[in-house]
């Protein structure tokens, strides 16, 4: 009898070893495909020769044809190619404004854990400080400080983005300084250095990692918000908030295929990223990383 | 000193000197703009002479160092003499609380519908995880995280506006009609497609967190016993999950007030509504210093008081706080 109970335990142990390890598996490729993507989609924008979405008046305003998958403009841009260019600006933008963010709240956080005392208080101030102002506010206020532009949006969405991440980064680190783990070493006579290789970084890093990643669509969201609103890019660039912006004008009209579909790629895009990070959050974490 | 009043003063003075840093930092930044006050009052292709440039800059104090005029400033504020704004030539303070008066009702709508559907729409999920309905309210959530705000404005304008002609394509009330001729059902008319905007997108986040702390209860050892007792359903969620996820869903919720401020900027902007997001741009886009200096103050100040609000809603959903235990920080 006992024996029956303990193979089937093991056949149950064994069934959902290959079901997890599956899991795994495709949680690798899912990041593979959607990385792919991504890359695909910045290197075809950022290398598309301008003669692709350049204007061309004979071909102005068609609504979506087989030359034309998303239409032309009141200026003849082909819609395709002006998107995903505009979502290469984007996505350099996001990954500028993700890395500066993310790089800061990883200082920020580390110091404020490791130091403590005033220093954490002056931190966490920091970081209440700039939550209190809505952040589209923020960033409006941002732009306007150095007058606008490409400088004004690039500035404004990498420096507004690092105070949640922070706040978990220094909880991260709190947590392992007081961990039971740590006492361990510490009692077998490890030094600081070890313990912050060992114990530190590998708990921290995919905290980081997951972190900055998941800023990117929140920044890039943002970017568009504050190119829609005036504040951003200029508004004749390819850019997705420049081009819905221009696309209001044309609404009463019946154009549209100028707003439906550079906002689809950029829905595409943030979805991709949140996927993407949640994913490699499953691969990274120290929890579920076994499973 | 009881430790529920030594938390209140902890909080007044974390309140009073974030919301002296916040003017600080707000008058640093619309100073530093490459904007010429003068230019921006008397309009760029202005013929004044010298003379009379210098006169408006003293008469405003505009000739004085950034710290006198920031004192200058905050004097004001203090006072209730917010400035004159550039673009509207009205005290600023009359101009910011009649646009926040209007979007509040924009805001305060969506703030509600978006709390309450979405509060629903998580248990429903979190009760019936893996459920087809489950499943479609999840993607639909994710989708609209992921969806600009403005966007979604847009689609909302060409379909329900332009193509079905249902709503007005803007403002708060027909064009050209004196106020005390506009009737409350025209209001709500207007009203309509720009809180629907808004609702729509504050209803994800709230949804998957309430969707996810659902589950966790049902999973947790609680539960387990709950059902053990003989609990029928109804009865588990009433005792244990409404009590269990009602504390976080409060924090987002009042916590969400400032993304629903940043999302009522972009919705006004696009349903040309006039309320305090409209003003925001237009003051940014303008150079009025005054008006942009403060529709910041009140965005921050609504923050502030949302949070509050939520500080003192824990006590009286929580009995464990109420009893001043301990004090909750961030």
Known sequence: MAELVASRAASREARKNVRTSNRRRRAIMLAIVLGVILVAALVAGLTMSPDLYASDYSQKQQAPNAVHWFGTDFQGHDMFCFSIRGLALSIVIGLLASAVSGFVALILGSISAICGGWVDKVILWLADLFMSIPHMVMLLLISFSVGGGTLGVVLAVALTHWPSLTRVIRAEVLRIRTGEFVAASRAMGKGNVWIAWHHVVPNVLPQFIVGTILLFPHAILHESALTFLGFGLPLDSPAIGAILSSSMKYLATGAWWLAVFPGLMMVAIVLLTFTLGDDIKQLTDPHTVQE | ?330
């Open chain 2, 1 to 330: 000193m009881s430790a529920q009043t030594k938390f209140i003063i902890k909080n007044v003075i974390r309140v009073v000197t974030l919301l002296f840093a916040v003017s600080v930092i707000t008058f640093a930044l619309a100073t530093m703009a490459p904007i010429d006050p003068v230019e921006a009052y008397a309009g760029s292709e202005n013929h004044l002479p010298q003379e009379q440039l210098d006169q408006i800059a003293a008469k405003w104090g505009w000739d004085q160092p950034p710290i006198q005029r920031y004192l200058n400033w905050i004097g004001g504020v203090l006072t209730g003499d917010w400035g004159i704004s550039v673009i509207y030539h009205r005290p600023v303070f009359d101009v910011v609380g009649e646009r926040f008066l209007t979007s509040l009702a924009l805001m305060g709508t969506a703030w509600i519908i978006s709390g309450v559907l979405g509060f629903g729409l998580g248990i429903l999920c979190g009760l019936r995880q893996n459920s087809w309905a489950d499943r479609i309210i999840k993607g639909f959530c994710l989708v609209l995280a992921a969806a600009p705000t403005f966007w979604l404005a847009l689609l909302a304008l060409m379909f329900f506006s332009v193509f079905l002609g249902w709503f007005p394509t803007g403002l708060a009330a027909p064009a050209g009609m004196r106020a005390e001729d506009v009737t409350l059902a025209m209001r709500l008319h207007h009203l309509f497609l720009p809180a629907l905007v808004l609702s729509v997108t504050g209803i994800a986040q709230i949804t998957l967190q309430t969707r996810e702390k659902t589950i966790e209860a049902r999973l947790s050892d609680y539960a387990l016993f709950a059902r053990a007792r003989g609990e029928t359903e109804r009865q588990f969620t009433r005792r244990h999950v409404l009590r269990n996820i009602a504390l976080p869903a409060i924090t987002l919720q009042f916590g969400s007030i400032s993304e629903i401020f940043g999302g009522s900027v972009l919705a006004e902007q696009v349903f040309s509504y006039p309320g305090i997001g409209n003003a925001a741009v237009a003051a940014a886009l303008r150079g009025d210093i005054p008006l942009l200096l403060g529709v910041a103050l009140v965005a921050a100040l609504f923050v502030f008081a949302g949070n509050m609000v939520a500080n003192i809603l824990y006590g009286v959903v929580d009995p464990r706080i109420r009893a001043g235990s301990e004090a909750i920080d961030g």
